[in-house]
């Protein structure tokens, strides 16, 4: 779901938005522009 600092479609795989290395994302509800997916967001940390 991350991929290259991007948040991407758990379902189309398109990149949605950027996200910092360090960032910590709770929850958040997210629809995908391309596909209309909605899902939720939960980055605790990002392995290296
Ligand atoms: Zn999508």
Redesign the pocket.
């Known amino acids: 779901m991350i991929k290259n600092g991007w948040v991407t479609?758990?379902?189309?795989?398109?990149k949605?938005f950027p996200i910092n290395k360090d960032a910590i994302v709770k929850n958040l509800e997210y629809q995908?522009?391309?596909?209309?997916?909605i899902f939720k967001v939960n980055i605790e940390s990002q392995e290296p």
């Open positions: 479609c758990p379902k189309c795989g398109k949605l995908c522009k391309v596909c209309k997916e």
